[in-house]
């Protein structure tokens, strides 16, 4: 059984997405002669380079500023002027794009300001065109990278506003293969296109064994100074950008234009082929035509194929959208729909697509987001049944771990070569990736079907000689189907309930452990403690009077791991005697993450936690203290404490293959309206089942006068939470020494090997916290209401331990002042709340009187403080 860990915090786990200066880099290699250079530090252009080069398969220069610690604490503009320098002599570029990384940003570069200075400095170099471009990492993906460059292209450049006949063309990211179709299509027209960026050659060319330092292809600077007097722009991108090259040029130069999506598919290439049909006057030429009928016959050959795709679909926003109205118009049913980048439009309009066919094929759920790193859209994967992967080859990892297909498109593309030449615009890239998906379809049904009819008609069957021994998943399996607490149809097993661990680490509200209670069932009591010698001969015993006996629990009567000794002996005396057996173990989770990796190798293959909280200040209201590594912790405190270790605990055991029930404890008042978020929260992780209990209130305990939630409402409850996990409904609140099946416990009956001495039961330690009014903070030298602050001293087991100073405002300050002051005493008590005794030279007979209502005990003494207060604990 394959588990993970899983994060409780929110972060990216392997992003979907590159960094800015990778897109904005990719749009500068569509202009001619053209070099770049990265103002930041040597390893991100050296990282861009490798990304660029790996998937192009073709040599990418990126130069560097490389700033180092000099230069980012005094500024880098020297680096940069340098570097700029250098490229120029070396290379003799006509463009320079100049990017900013994080770290530029970060420390505040005037880039345009070094550019300008650059210049007048080097007035020989004033013939080259420079080009900044804001780039940090953290603004964005490369997805906005790319547009930013584009942007900083058309503003930078000084345009001949002149009008021409030309047409602007700005595309969203596409493949050299893709442009050169786009090249194609607008050539058919007769239309004379400047296209920004053309990747067509510079990062796919012919062979030359001439090698060319610098784009030798693209966009020439001059063609790309006559965009401002294009009579037309067409921006093929389905996304409004908020740096848009046909708004600048419309509301700078005047030039109309239109945003259309990108050509892929039938409804997209036919609007682009209209537009450039009335852009140019001429008719769709009959090639293309023809082109369209082969592409409508295609997705008829195809059609019942396409139907059982379900597909996940991510990368970049037009990739991502172009690619949902392709699989819509074939059939393909689009269950995941992921961006990597921000993109809050994705929704509204691939989701009227989808819907459509959603609605044809019965399916009741899908997904869309952005934002989504590879982590999420793994668990999309699962969660909606995707069987194919749509996207670039960093999905490789979810494609190999659910052996599902993946069509590669979009960038990077790492472990196949030819990504620069994949094709999916026009009719005929259409097609090409189409068909590509229904063959990876017909694949995985040719690969697998012998496999599906095996597994399910014949695997571990009489009949099947290749039976193997249980694998360690199948164990698991059946241990649980024979767990009763984990599978409420199996009530003809039994369980025992060892009671070996009597100490515990946290003091419940609801919790009292301090008699047996013989005719109780209910966690935490007992009649006798064990020891791992005596367990082990009551399993003995009860297993030869039991043959149904599958389960071996320690579920107290105190904390099983603060008992960790005695418990682990139990499990290794026991496994010796009995290999098969089921080990499980109930915690307050405290201790998880220090054992949960011993519970595993011990043999423990379930384990209930008690987890009645994910919120801090709530968890804090269930406890009166906790005590961890030697220190007691209360209210916040002790919640967060709890929380943080449960959690992390539980993640531990389920990437252990530890089955995780959680129970859930409900007290009206204080987390009942808490319990779906505990819930959430623990499905998240991977836990099994949740089981929602009701407080049993206990005489003694804090929690005593506390009314217990209804039936009624307890089972409102549940059935909330049923639809986000699956719920124990069986739970019979088992003691500590239980033995049978839930609803026939046997443990009176079978008594044997239970200790004869008189009931040992787990004795509270004495805990006790006084306020001490003290001016010298060593002897018990002030009156009660003269007090301006109490000393707060912790009492257990005889030790005095400091805890903390509490200021308060002394509510007598004169005799003419002693009269009535109720305010002033309230404020003094509420601020001696948690504590159960006031010790002070004197206390007058009101506020004694007010104290003790309260519960808090008033002691008069003239003593060392620490004296004072074991006297007082004493006295308790």
Request: charged residues 25%; proline residues 5%.
């Amino acid at each position: 059984m394959k588990s993970e860990v899983k994060p409780l915090v929110n972060l990216n786990i392997n992003p979907c997405k590159m960094c800015m200066p990778m897109g904005s880099a990719t749009a500068f290699y569509g202009l001619k002669n053209c070099m770049t250079i990265l103002h930041g530090s040597q390893g991100c252009a050296t990282y861009i380079r490798r990304h660029m080069a790996t998937h192009y398969n073709e040599p990418v220069d990126i130069a560097s500023s490389s700033l180092t610690e000099q230069g980012t604490v005094y500024g880098g503009s020297e680096n940069l002027k340098k570097g700029l320098k250098n490229l120029i002599e070396l290379y003799h570029p006509e463009i320079i794009g100049v990017m900013t990384t994080c770290l530029a940003e970060t420390i505040g570069e005037d880039v345009p300001g070094i550019l300008q200075s650059f210049l007048e400095e080097n007035p020989g170099y004033g013939d080259i065109t420079l080009i900044p471009c804001h780039s940090p990492g953290y603004g964005g993906s490369q997805y906005e990278g790319y547009f930013a460059a584009l942007s900083a292209i058309v503003s930078s450049i000084k345009m001949d506003a002149k009008k021409n006949n030309l047409v602007n063309v700005i595309t969203a990211p596409l493949s050299p293969a893709d442009t050169r179709y786009l090249k194609r299509m607008l050539s058919l027209f007769g239309i004379d296109a400047i296209l920004l960026p053309d990747l067509s050659d510079n990062l796919d060319g012919a062979h030359d064994p001439r090698y060319n330092r610098l784009p030798h292809e693209g966009t020439e600077l001059a063609r790309l100074k006559q965009m401002g007097g294009a009579r037309f722009t067409l921006e093929l991108t389905a996304f409004h950008h908020k740096n848009s090259v046909g708004e600048y040029l419309s509301e700078t130069y005047g030039v109309p234009y239109e945003r259309l999506s990108l050509p892929a598919g039938l409804r997209d290439t036919d609007a682009f082929l209209n537009a450039l049909s009335r852009i140019s006057g001429n008719e769709i030429p009959e090639e293309l035509k023809k082109e369209r009928g082969r592409y409508i016959d295609a997705m008829i050959d195809s059609h019942k194929y396409h139907s059982a795709g379900r597909a996940a679909v991510f990368g970049e926003p037009d990739l991502v959208y172009s690619t949902v109205r392709m699989m819509c118009e074939c059939g393909i049913m689009p269950v995941v729909c992921a961006a990597g980048s921000a993109s809050p439009e994705l929704d509204g309009l691939i989701r009227p697509e989808i819907e459509k066919l959603a609605g044809l094929y019965l399916v009741d759920e899908y997904k869309i987001a952005d934002k989504a790193d590879f982590k999420d859209i793994e668990d999309m994967v699962l969660a909606y049944k995707a069987n194919i992967l749509t996207g670039s080859s960093d999905g490789r990892r979810i494609a190999e771990d659910l052996h599902l297909p993946l069509v590669r498109r979009g960038f990077p593309i790492h472990d196949h070569v030819g990504g620069q030449r994949l094709k999916m615009l026009g009719y005929e890239g259409s097609v090409e990736y189409m068909d590509e998906i229904a063959n990876q379809l017909i694949d995985t049904v040719e690969t697998t079907f012998r496999e599906t009819l095996y597994d399910t008609y014949y695997k571990g069957t009489a009949i099947d000689h290749k039976k193997q021994p249980e694998s360690e998943e199948e164990i698991m399996k059946r241990k649980t189907k024979e767990h009763p607490c984990y599978n409420c149809q199996a009530h003809q097993f039994a369980r025992i309930h060892l009671p070996v661990a009597p100490a515990c680490n946290v003091q419940c509200g609801y919790c009292v452990r301090k008699f047996d209670c013989p005719n109780e069932s209910r966690p935490g009591v007992t009649s006798s403690i064990l020891s791992p010698e005596e367990a082990l001969k009551r399993y003995l015993s009860v297993k030869e009077k039991m043959p149904n006996l599958t389960v071996v629990g320690i579920a107290g009567p105190g904390e099983a791991l603060e008992n960790w000794e005695n418990v682990k002996k139990v499990f290794e005396l026991i496994r010796k005697e009995d290999p098969k057996v089921t080990f499980c173990l109930s915690t307050n989770g405290l201790k998880l993450p220090q054992y949960a990796r011993e519970l595993k190798e011990l043999g423990v293959s379930h384990v209930t936690v008690t987890m009645n909280a994910v919120d801090p200040h709530i968890s804090g209201q269930m406890y009166q203290y906790i005590r961890f590594m030697g220190r007691e912790y209360t209210g916040d405190a002790a919640g967060a404490l709890m929380v943080a270790n449960q959690l992390a605990g539980i993640r531990l055991l389920i990437a252990s293959d530890i089955l995780v029930k959680v129970n859930i404890v409900t007290v009206k008042g204080i987390n009942d309206s808490h319990v779906p978020e505990v819930v959430k929260a623990v499905k998240s992780l991977g836990c099994f089942i949740t089981n929602i209990m009701q407080m049993i209130p206990v005489k003694g305990s804090a929690l005593e006068h506390v009314e217990p939630v209804s039936n009624k409402q307890l089972n409102e409850i549940r059935k909330q939470c049923e639809e986000i996990m699956p719920q124990m409904y069986h739970c019979q609140h088992c003691r500590a020494d239980a033995v049978g099946t839930l609803t026939d416990d046997k443990s009176i009956q079978l008594k044997g090997f239970l200790s004869e001495e008189k009931p040992v039961f787990v004795p509270v330690p004495k805990s006790y916290r006084f306020a001490v009014a003290s001016k010298s903070g060593v002897v018990v030298d002030t009156h009660f209401g003269h007090a301006k602050e109490f000393y707060l001293y912790d009492y257990r087991n005889g030790e005095v331990r400091f805890a903390e100073k509490r200021n308060v405002e002394q509510y007598c300050q004169g005799e003419e002042e002693c009269g009535e002051k109720e305010d002033k005493i309230e404020r003094i008590i509420a601020a001696l709340n948690g504590c159960n005794g006031v010790i002070a030279m004197r206390i007058g007979m009101e506020p004694a009187k007010k104290l003790a209502k309260l519960g808090i005990k008033p002691v008069n003494t003239y003593d060392m403080i620490e004296d004072a207060v074991k006297k007082a604990a004493e006295a308790m």
